[in-house]
């Protein structure tokens, strides 16, 4: 990809991204909401948000505020939900607000998706790591100070 291609990608992940933390306040859990967009040929074909499965009550958290066993990541709804439409994930991007943890990592390659762009770390890495074995591109982006961490596939 020549200089300006890149610099093109890079202002596109920044927004992309963006859009997904905007989309992670649509999630009725309080300890933390994450937003995934899924993203093929610059046209958003899927996303999604942490929370319970259609038809459960909107509480993520239990009486001692940890998270209940059955609420689906932001990154499980996108994939999901692109499963039901017409759409194909095959060498789309995924843009979630935190990194992904291993069992969303599992979904990620077994939809074909080939990049993932995230800002925050999940607090274990084993997704990230099993995304690398798999040859698909990583990039971190802190929002805040729109710089790209780290990219490596």
Known sequence: MDKTNSRKQALLDYRYLRMARIWAENSYCKRRQVGALLVKDKMIISD??????????????????????????????????????????????????????????????????????????????DGIELLKRASIEIVQIDLESNRQIEENG
């Open 48 to 125: 999604g948000y942490n929370g319970t499965p259609s038809g459960f009550e909107n509480n993520c958290e239990d009486e001692e505020n940890k998270t209940k066993p059955y609420v689906l990541h932001a990154e499980a709804n996108a994939i999901t939900k692109v499963a039901k439409s017409n759409n194909s994930s095959e060498r789309a991007t995924l843009y979630v607000t935190s990194s992904p943890c291993l069992e969303c990592s599992k979904l990620i390659i077994q939809a074909g998706i080939s990049r993932v762009v995230f800002s925050d770390s999940y607090r274990l890495n």
